[in-house]
């Protein structure tokens, strides 16, 4: 149940995260529908353009499902989204199973979660696969369910050991990895200027 579930937020109640853009595929709706089956848990969404269907969709089922436990930040300045993730208990990437989201799913957006200090909960996709180690450095769930998604948040939020745990690896591995791209991009570099390959 509830017991050792508590906010950083100052909501009374813990936070899940989300950061991006409110496509369907993207899974925020999937997000809003597992907070109406975590009573008390609030969500901190940011990103979705004012006028835009996308927001206008995704505020109209908060209203249903978790009136009053969503927050929208809207689109802020990329330096900014990192300090408001950290006011989250866990961060939720929801991607929905299918084409687009394979293809589409920026690691940037998934660096940032593992750079923020907050673990993960997030759709079990093979693009996320090639990043995140369901338990190592994330707790991976079915990709477009609800159900499932509540179980992780709920699996992460009722386990401060877990959650440190991840969020800790999660850090650790973001600068291997952001390092690794560093390295490449320097090769690149290298062979553009000097015409050889390294």
Do not use: C
């Not at 937020?9 to 529908?33: E, F, N, Q, S």
């Not at 179980?151 to 973001?174: F, H, K, T, Y």
Request: charged share 20%.
């Amino acid at each position: 149940g509830d017991v050792g579930l508590r906010g950083t937020a100052g909501t009374g109640g813990p936070v899940v995260g989300y950061a991006g853009h409110l496509y369907p595929w993207k899974g925020p709706d999937v997000l809003i529908a597992a907070l109406g089956l975590l009573p008390g848990v609030h969500a901190l969404i940011v990103g979705g353009l004012a006028g835009e269907p996308d927001l206008e969709r995704v505020r109209a089922l908060a209203g249903r499902v978790a009136p009053g436990r969503v927050t929208f930040a809207g689109q802020v300045d990329p330096p900014r989204v990192a300090g408001l993730l950290r006011q989250a208990d866990v961060l939720a990437l929801p991607n929905t199973p299918g084409r687009v989201s394979a293809a589409y799913t920026s690691p940037l957006k998934l660096f940032e979660y593992m750079a923020s200090g907050r673990p993960t909960v997030a759709s079990d996709l093979p693009a996320l696969r090639e990043v995140l180690r369901p338990d190592e450095n994330a707790v991976l769930v079915e990709a477009g369910s609800a159900a499932a998604l509540a179980a992780g948040l709920s699996r992460v939020l009722g386990d401060a050991a877990l959650a440190a745990r991840l969020a800790a690896r999660a850090r650790e591995d973001v600068r291997e990895w952001t390092w690794d791209m560093r390295a490449g991009r320097i090769e690149a570099l290298l062979e553009a200027v000097t015409g050889r390959r390294a």
